[in-house]
């Protein structure tokens, strides 16, 4: 689905857009490695062309991890995660912030995949501005979507949105 960068419209639309799982559609990988105590979760940065975020055109770079975003589970049940493959992310995610800082920088109209096994998660920068984030905040909406959007919460994974939508972290299965 199409993500609005506009405030005024994104309101009147959020609801869609927070119901929704997000597909990256022509997946272009800039950069790839592993991360984690184990060096076992795959971590790709991409480009995706209906991720439009006019890459760069101001020249900020924004602290967003004071933004508290808003957890949606995708429904019908079944298909999910396991959650023990997203603790394997999450973990991962907060062994960085302690060995390499608890800070990370995303580029506008980019988005960085981590994978383990049965379990994604990504986060979409589609501000016109470069972002940056907490690895830690990361670790917690991993575990909390896996944990919490399952099957017998009629879930299969979910989302986290912030009120502006500039960015967003979806959990699903890995394809
Ligand atoms: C945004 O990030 C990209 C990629 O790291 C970098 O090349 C660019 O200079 C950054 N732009 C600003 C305004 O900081």
């Given at each position: 689905m199409q993500f609005l960068r506009f405030a005024f419209t994104a309101v009147l639309a959020a609801v869609a857009v927070e119901a929704s799982s997000f597909t990256c559609k022509n997946k272009a990988v800039i950069?790839?490695?592993?991360?984690?105590?184990?060096?076992?979760?795959?971590?790709?940065?991409?480009?995706?062309?209906?991720?439009?975020?006019?890459?760069?055109?101001?020249?900020?770079?924004?602290?967003?991890?004071?933004?508290?975003?808003t957890t949606n589970c995708f429904t019908p049940s079944g298909g999910g995660p396991n959650p023990n493959d997203c603790q394997v992310i999450s973990d991962a995610l907060l062994y960085d912030s302690q060995n390499i800082g608890a800070l990370f920088n995303i580029a506008s109209g980019t988005t960085i995949y981590m994978q383990y096994s049965t379990c994604q998660t990504f986060f979409v920068n589609q501000a016109s501005y470069n972002e940056t984030y907490c690895r830690t905040n990361w670790a917690n909406v991993v575990e909390y979507v896996a944990f919490n959007c399952q099957s017998t919460q009629n879930a299969h994974g979910g989302n986290c949105v912030p009120p502006d939508q500039t960015w967003f972290v979806q959990v699903q299965t890995a394809p």
């Open positions: 950069s790839s490695s592993f991360i984690g105590q184990n060096s076992d979760v795959q971590v790709d940065t991409v480009t995706c062309s209906n991720v439009v975020g006019k890459r760069d055109l101001e020249a900020r770079q924004t602290n967003v991890c004071a933004a508290t975003c």
